[in-house]
């Protein structure tokens, strides 16, 4: 077994563990963040069928309107709820945190915004296409979350 296999070995676990240790908050990432999910699908829908962004530009500016709408609700219910026990000691007022929360977010939403345009042009569905953004941004999104807004204090 060389060095490699055995460092790879060590990262695994390194991450089994880490999952372990924080399945009770990963399930409430995951209801929180599956509420949030709801929430920007049904803004975008709406948006789109009924409030008039139903062409390819409307469609992009309803997603980002749906995805701001659904950080700031995701924001204060992580804050409340997924990380309730953790909120006030990793410093910071409300606003700080908020601004920490979309900082961590700007990899995601920009990775979201471009694969939507993406999968637009190849004529995916647009709820579809939000969803599919949403699934592969989370586990990026748990680990910022937890490591840099709603981290213990040292």
Known sequence: MGFASVFERVEKWRIVSYIVQ??????KF???????????LLTLFILVNYLGFDTKLGENVANAIS???????????????????RHKESGGSLVVQMLKFHLALGISIVTRLVLFAAL???????I?????????????????????IFRKRE
């Not at 637009?120 to 647009?126: D, I, K, M, N, S």
């Open 22 to 27: 924080r399945r009770f908050t990963i399930i």
């Open 30 to 40: 995951l209801v929180v963040g599956g509420s949030a999910v709801i929430l920007c």
């Open 67 to 85: 995805m701001e709408l659904s950080i700031i609700y995701n924001f204060f219910m992580s804050r409340a709820i997924t990380w309730r026990d």
């Open 120 to 126: 637009q042009f190849l004529g995916v569905f647009y």
């Open 128 to 148: 579809i296409n939000a969803a599919i953004g949403m699934v592969l941004v989370a586990a990026f999104n748990f680990v910022a979350y937890d490591t840099m």
